[in-house]
């Protein structure tokens, strides 16, 4: 039981130095060298970063502005997300410190084309990218309950009493107005056009990782022959289903309510059963971000 432990502790602390090092691969390569600011203390730090002349490090001006953010995830949070927090934003910012000029100098191998002159960089691609890999890198750190600072962690801190709006889009209100400062700061309305695009795949891609993209189906079912639907259901798709008390407003009638959660390759499946039993069913299809249970996923251990 000892060595689980610290295995687990072990692998917590594993993935989220990996999911720094992607975000800081992204962030050297695909952003910084781009003037891409997709928001996020890495694009402040960024803008800061060219304000300065260089002389100021992304990484290290990241880690400074982290610092009263820090308190403040202690003292909402607690020990553990602080500690985990603590530790993945300094990998991120030594991470990317360190490695911010041999970055720089595989970024410009990037512009040489097949006859080996430079072309025009594709920025927007980059920032696609960029985002792309921030969203994959920034999730996994999520993933293991801890954060890299900056708005992610203002996110974090957030999303506790704003429980209706999703980590990825209190990202994506904090972050515009570091892009509205990019722009004034690069005198640029195309850069900031390009961090929005960066900023938007990563929130989308953080949402992915952190909530699931294979969607469920939650099914409602209304029909006068629910006896042989549900009978159907579970002996043809091998699912449970739910029976649950209704009445009509306007019949003023009881009805019962099948409710059933499947995969999204078995719903054409269910609109088959229901319909060769009661073609004037009615049926509400709704999606369902994830499921733990019995057929799906198990329910994450601590």
Same mark, same amino acid.
């Not at 130095?17 to 891409?36: E, Q, R, S």
């Not at 099948?258 to 499946?269: K, M, T, Y």
């Not at 709704?286 to 057929?295: C, H, I, Q």
């Given at each position: 039981?000892?060595?689980?432990?610290?295995?687990?502790?072990?692998?917590?602390?594993?993935?989220?130095?990996?999911? &720094?090092?992607? /975000? &800081?691969?992204?962030?050297?390569? @695909?952003?910084?060298?781009?003037?891409?600011?997709?928001?996020?203390?890495?694009?402040?730090? /960024?803008?800061?970063?060219?304000? #300065?002349?260089?002389?100021?490090?992304?990484?290290?001006?990241?880690? *400074?502005?982290?610092?009263?953010?820090?308190?403040?995830?202690?003292?909402?949070?607690?020990?553990?997300?602080?500690?985990? /927090?603590?530790?993945?934003?300094?990998?991120?910012? *030594?991470?990317?410190?360190?490695?911010?000029?041999?970055?720089?100098?595989?970024?410009?191998?990037?512009?040489?084309?097949?006859?080996?002159?430079? $072309?025009?960089?594709?920025?927007?691609?980059?920032?696609?990218?960029?985002?792309?890999?921030? +969203?994959?890198?920034?999730?996994?750190?999520?993933?293991?309950?801890?954060? $890299?600072?900056?708005?992610?962690?203002?996110?974090?801190?957030?999303?506790?009493?704003?429980?209706?709006?999703?980590? +990825?889009?209190?990202?994506?209100?904090?972050?515009?107005?570091?892009?509205?400062?990019?722009?004034?700061?690069?005198? #640029?309305?195309?850069?900031?056009?390009?961090?929005?695009?960066?900023?938007?795949? /990563? $929130?989308?891609?953080?949402? &992915?990782?952190?909530?699931?993209?294979?969607? &469920?189906?939650?099914?409602?079912?209304?029909?006068?022959?629910?006896?042989?639907?549900?009978?159907?259901?579970?002996?043809?798709?091998?699912?449970?289903?739910?029976?649950?008390?209704?009445? +009509?407003?306007?019949?003023?009638?009881?009805?019962? *309510?099948?409710?059933?959660?499947?995969?999204?390759?078995?719903?054409?499946?269910?609109?088959?059963?229901?319909?060769?039993?009661?073609?004037?069913?009615?049926?509400?299809?709704?999606?369902?971000?994830?499921?733990?249970?019995?057929? @799906?996923? +198990?329910?994450?251990?601590?």
């Amino acid at each position: 039981m000892q060595l689980k432990k610290v295995l687990g502790f072990f692998k917590i602390y594993l993935i989220i130095t990996f999911g &720094a090092a992607i /975000t &800081a691969l992204a962030i050297n390569i @695909f952003l910084v060298p781009y003037k891409i600011a997709p928001g996020g203390l890495s694009g402040l730090a /960024t803008v800061i970063f060219y304000l #300065s002349g260089g002389k100021l490090p992304v990484g290290t001006t990241m880690l *400074v502005i982290n610092i009263p953010l820090f308190f403040m995830g202690y003292k909402f949070i607690g020990r553990h997300f602080f500690v985990r /927090t603590l530790y993945g934003t300094i990998v991120l910012s *030594v991470i990317i410190d360190l490695t911010e000029n041999y970055m720089a100098e595989l970024a410009k191998k990037l512009l040489v084309n097949e006859a080996g002159s430079a $072309t025009t960089p594709d920025i927007l691609l980059y920032s696609i990218i960029g985002g792309f890999l921030s +969203g994959i890198g920034l999730g996994l750190v999520l993933k293991m309950e801890a954060t $890299t600072g900056g708005t992610e962690l203002a996110a974090k801190l957030l999303n506790r009493p704003i429980r209706n709006l999703t980590i +990825g889009q209190i990202l994506l209100g904090i972050d515009a107005l570091i892009i509205a400062f990019a722009i004034v700061a690069f005198n #640029s309305v195309l850069i900031g056009l390009y961090s929005l695009v960066s900023l938007f795949i /990563t $929130t989308k891609v953080i949402d &992915a990782m952190v909530e699931g993209v294979d969607y &469920a189906r939650a099914v409602l079912i209304i029909s006068e022959r629910q006896e042989e639907i549900s009978r159907r259901i579970m002996r043809e798709m091998d699912r449970g289903v739910t029976e649950l008390k209704g009445r +009509g407003v306007y019949s003023g009638k009881d009805k019962n *309510v099948l409710l059933c959660v499947l995969s999204r390759s078995e719903i054409p499946h269910l609109k088959e059963i229901v319909h060769s039993l009661d073609i004037n069913a009615f049926m509400l299809l709704a999606d369902v971000r994830e499921v733990l249970g019995e057929g @799906f996923n +198990g329910v994450p251990k601590k």
